[in-house]
């Protein structure tokens, strides 16, 4: 692995972490983290109240550059992962659900967005 990609994914871990710590402020529960299946991935996977919410986490310099990072294609893969998580655990199947950016912009001030898609 080369040393730029050592640290990007030493940056998205760091991100990831601090992405679960902000949402358990916020009362969230975080159930899974780096959820993998073979058709995609899904970094948090959160519940509050009767909501299950999966995010997904950029770290990017600028907050367009982190909205823009996550295409259509990365919606589906999270979209998909999704449905095997819930197909997999009875009790969420009758929770609302919503997809949820969260961002760590210039590697310190966090912005999260819910329901993005």
Excluded at 41 to 56: G, N, P, R
Excluded at 61 to 75: F, G, K, N, P
Excluded at 93 to 105: E, H, K, N, T, V
């Amino acid at each position: 692995m080369s040393a730029s990609r050592k640290s990007r994914e030493k940056l998205g871990r760091r991100a990831e972490f601090l992405a679960a710590n902000y949402l358990r402020l916020k009362g969230y529960r975080i159930l899974e983290t780096r959820f993998k299946t073979k058709l995609g991935e899904i970094d948090l996977i959160a519940a509050k109240k009767d909501l299950l919410v999966m995010v997904e986490v950029k770290a990017r310099d600028d907050l367009q550059t982190a909205r823009e990072s996550i295409t259509y294609q990365s919606q589906q893969r999270i979209q998909r992962a999704a449905d095997i998580f819930i197909g997999r655990r009875r009790i969420y199947q009758q929770m609302g659900l919503r997809f949820d950016g969260l961002y760590l912009i210039a590697k310190r001030r966090i912005v999260h967005e819910p329901d993005i898609f």
